[in-house]
């Protein structure tokens, strides 16, 4: 190393190791109040010194609470882990008089007939969000100082801001990751604090703080509302609908601090023109205060504000303005970087800064904000009445319960739905009562509607941050049309999900079909008891009904119980899992005999699934999440450095998801052996390129190598990035009668696709069940080079390895919580591997 920069190290060793003081953070302009607690004097250290732990965090923010008249606190709930979920509400002690009134009155402003309502004493109100990914803390730790300075700061201006502004205040949008990082970063630093990128404290272990407790991004989760911490806080965000909502991110170490807005070419058609115009004007606050204390920044590239799941994008679909903020990270305490050593308080003080530039902005804006959200719901009420007795109906005959959780998810960005009030056929498709929901497009909120139910295929853009589409039926499964509003009936106030029953008590089989979605969870439930059961591969009708592909048959004797426990076991089944189970007298069918050798005997799943590194949590974590929350099934988590001493034996599938291809040849060999001894692999997305590679797989894929004509060298990352298939939606055609297709009632279904990976169909089509369309493309963006390789070719294959199967999915069934309708897909592939 050179003297020079043996020295500069040196000297920032020193001064990375300096004292931290909270006068580093808070404006000197202004005098604090002595009898409002420090952060120090509650969680025992400076702001910065240390990684706050999410429970020192929300003592201190009750504390204040308490100390304060300008602060009060509601308890919204937990996280999966049982941490609080508060929210604090900063105000004048005016204003916290008449908070409801001021609730109220600001809502109002969104509902017809408030023209006359003046905005000119009207508080606005800002719902400020911190570090919604754990490992990204100087928004959680800048909280700390920001809720100090609004409540101890005092004088003239304070007195404006606090009387002119309700603030929502989230400290920890994501308390189970922050709390994970805040362990790692602690227990990893030294008194003599280490930039060295190498040191341990700066590479956390899989899978990081930046998840939740199942592992999921919550920042893609404020459309879908699958979680809850996102649950919460959308509701609260209904509630006040604020002007502003801020959402506090970091980025890479060597980058700066990202304020929005962001790429102009890449903002979703939904968002009017105004929103970006005021998002430039509020922009200017964070410039000036940036400048200020001298801290590099950037603007208007890399961010989009296209996918409304995200904390910044979804209050532009509800006449509010989203602001994504993106700090450099020092992703421990100090670190070096391009632009010097990075420390986690020079991180903390430019979230702080940007904190109050948006309270600045929110108080010399506040009345223009809250005309702009006025006239938001004005052109809204005009759009929602030209489609006055027009709606839209969903549903499916066969599943109540996926159609049900798709109602919910709009009951919970407060659309109003109405079930149906006769059953009718619609387009061939039958929408049955307690099966089906209607939509009425002329509602207030009807913007969301558009962005949830739209498809989309032409963009003026080329690259996403996140994903191009997300349409919610698609994602469901369920058949949609437009309607009149005269098949509708009442409004759903209380939105329940059917019960299931027992039909009938029998003493000699009860049968249900595999169509509702928590059937995999009822029948996990009678294997777990020891009983009998086996699925049927033919189409038949006994007693009158119908009886599709997959339907459960559980005979009545040689059980374990009694035909009267049987039946009252049953019963429990039926009702926990919303299905209907069908006892019938007699095996004799039309098609297929209950005794016939089409029905297979199953066997209950023992899946386990590979973690670790080189593993994407992402995808772990929906798998996990969806069998442990939904379906009541066990999965056995393990991880990859203690692969090499697991018995295999003990589970009958085992789930490879998504990986970088970084396995060692230990997990190789020892999958291959399982495999052959009658093992079934299930392989998703990338871990198919690993399958191929380590020869565990012959099966051929489609060339994807996109030569670059007549592009230069300064727009190479554009092309590049214009042929990532980022998420997208496209159509396959389906055979209903192979296991993997049991319980689905289309011949066809959508598909989310957010990978490059084309696999050849077999030349067998009987081995082709699941198969591309010749114009697969139904929503969302994908290159033409892309789409040509996607034309017929298959996202599903199964093939033989020894006594076993490798079972191949190219695309991800269980994305993000809230692709319902392809959930079965994988339960099929657990439960009927047996059977392909």
Do not use: C
């Not at 190791?17 to 120090?40: K, M």
């Not at 005021?278 to 400048?291: C, G, S």
């Not at 739209?454 to 949609?480: G, M, N």
Request: charged letters at 25%; hydrophobic letters at 35%; zero cysteines.
């Amino acid at each position: 190393m050179k003297k020079s920069a043996l020295l500069f190290l040196l000297v920032h060793f020193s001064y990375a190791q300096e004292a931290v003081n909270l006068n580093y953070y808070l404006p000197q302009n202004i005098s604090y109040r002595t009898d409002i607690p420090t952060p120090q004097s509650i969680i025992g250290h400076e702001v910065g010194e240390w990684h706050v732990t999410h429970d020192k965090l929300i003592e201190y923010m009750k504390v204040l609470a308490a100390a304060s008249d300008r602060i009060t606190i509601e308890d919204r709930g937990t996280t999966y882990e049982g941490r609080p979920l508060p929210l604090l509400v900063i105000t004048s002690p005016e204003n916290h008089r008449n908070l409801e009134n001021i609730r109220r009155e600001h809502i109002k402003l969104t509902e017809a007939g408030s023209e006359d309502l003046s905005t000119d004493n009207m508080p606005a109100v800002v719902y400020q969000g911190f570090s919604i990914h754990g490992n990204e803390p100087s928004g959680s730790n800048a909280a700390l100082a920001v809720a100090y300075y609004l409540a101890a700061g005092q004088g003239p201006e304070m007195d404006e801001l606090l009387n002119n502004l309700v603030i929502l205040f989230d400290p920890a949008l994501n308390p189970d990751g922050l709390q994970r990082f805040a362990y790692w970063a602690n227990t990893n630093r030294s008194k003599n604090l280490n930039p060295d990128n190498n040191e341990r404290e700066y590479h956390e272990v899989w899978p990081g703080g930046r998840t939740n407790h199942y592992w999921f991004d919550m920042n893609r989760d404020w459309l879908p509302v699958q979680l809850p911490e996102s649950r919460v806080r959308v509701k609260s965000f209904h509630q006040w609908l604020p002007n502003i909502l801020t959402d506090h991110h970091e980025m890479g170490t060597n980058s700066t601090f990202f304020f929005q807005p962001g790429e102009p070419s890449r903002v979703h058609p939904l968002t009017p023109e105004m929103n970006q115009e005021l998002t430039r004007e509020i922009a200017q606050f964070h410039v000036k205060a940036l400048d200020n204390i001298g801290s590099l920044y950037f603007s208007e590239e890399n961010y989009d504000d296209f996918y409304y799941g995200k904390g910044s994008t979804f209050p532009d679909i509800n006449g509010s303005i989203g602001i994504l903020f993106e700090q450099g990270s020092s992703r421990g305490h100090v670190q070096e970087s391009e632009n010097g050593l990075l420390t986690f308080p020079f991180t903390i003080r430019n979230q702080f800064t940007t904190a109050l530039s948006t309270l600045e902005a929110a108080r010399n804006m506040r009345k223009k904000l809250l005309d702009y959200q006025r006239g938001f719901y004005k052109d809204t009420r005009s759009e929602a009445a030209g489609n006055k007795g027009k709606a839209i109906v969903f549903g499916d005959e066969k599943d109540a319960a996926k159609a049900w959780h798709l109602a919910e998810i709009l009951k919970k960005h407060q659309i109003r739905i109405h079930e149906v009030a006769e059953d009718f056929t619609e387009k061939g498709k039958l929408y049955k009562k307690g099966f089906s929901y209607v939509v009425p497009r002329n509602q207030k909120n009807i913007k969301i509607i558009n962005a949830m139910f739209e498809t989309r295929t032409e963009f003026t853009d080329s690259l996403f941050y996140d994903i191009s589409s997300w349409t919610f039926p698609l994602a469901f499964d369920v058949d949609y049309t437009t309607v009149s509003t005269s098949r509708s009936g009442a409004e759903i106030t209380d939105l329940r999900l059917r019960e299931g029953s027992v039909t009938a008590k029998s003493n000699y089989a009860y049968l249900f079909e595999w169509h509702e979605y928590y059937t995999p969870k009822a029948l996990y439930k009678i294997l777990q008891k020891g009983i009998r059961a086996k699925a049927g591969r033919s189409i038949f009708s006994i007693e009158g009904k119908e009886y599709d592909y997959g339907t459960i048959m559980i005979p009545v004797h040689n059980q374990s119980i009694s035909s009267d426990e049987l039946y009252a076991f049953l019963q429990e089944t039926a009702r926990e899992a919303h299905i209907d189970i069908h006892g019938v007298g007699t095996g004799s069918a039309i098609g297929t005999d209950l005794g016939s050798g089409q029905f297979g005997t199953l066997e209950i799943p023992r899946v386990a699934i590979l973690t670790g590194n080189g593993i994407s949590p992402y995808d772990a974590g929906e798998i996990w999440h969806m069998f442990d929350q939904r379906y009541d099934i066990p999965i056995t988590k393990i991880d990859e450095s203690y692969f090499s001493r697991v018995d295999l034996d003990r589970y009958n599938v085992f789930i490879l998801t998504n990986t970088g291809g970084n396995l060692n040849n230990n997990i190789k060999e020892k999958l291959q052996n399982w495999v052959k001894k009658g093992g079934t692999l299930i392989g998703y997305r990338n871990a198919i390129n690993w399958l191929k590679k380590n020869e565990f797989i012959s099966t051929e894929f489609r060339k994807t190598d996109i030569v670059a004509k007549n592009v230069t060298y300064e727009e190479q990352q554009d092309f590049r990035g214009a042929q990532v298939t980022g998420g997208a939606i496209f159509k396959a055609e389906t055979d209903r009668s192979h296991p993997i297709n049991f319980g689905y009632k289309n011949n066809s279904i959508s598909l989310f696709r957010n990978t490059n990976i084309f696999m050849e169909p077999d030349k067998q089509s009987y081995n082709n069940p699941i198969r591309y369309t010749d114009n697969p493309l139904v929503s969302g963006y994908v290159s033409e080079e892309n789409l040509e390789q996607l034309k017929g070719s298959v996202p599903f294959k199964v093939q033989q390895s020894g006594k076993g199967k490798i079972i191949l999915f190219t695309d991800n069934t269980n994305f993000r919580a809230f692709w319902f309708g392809t959930n079965k897909l994988l339960m099929n592939a657990v439960y009927f591997h047996e059977f392909m």
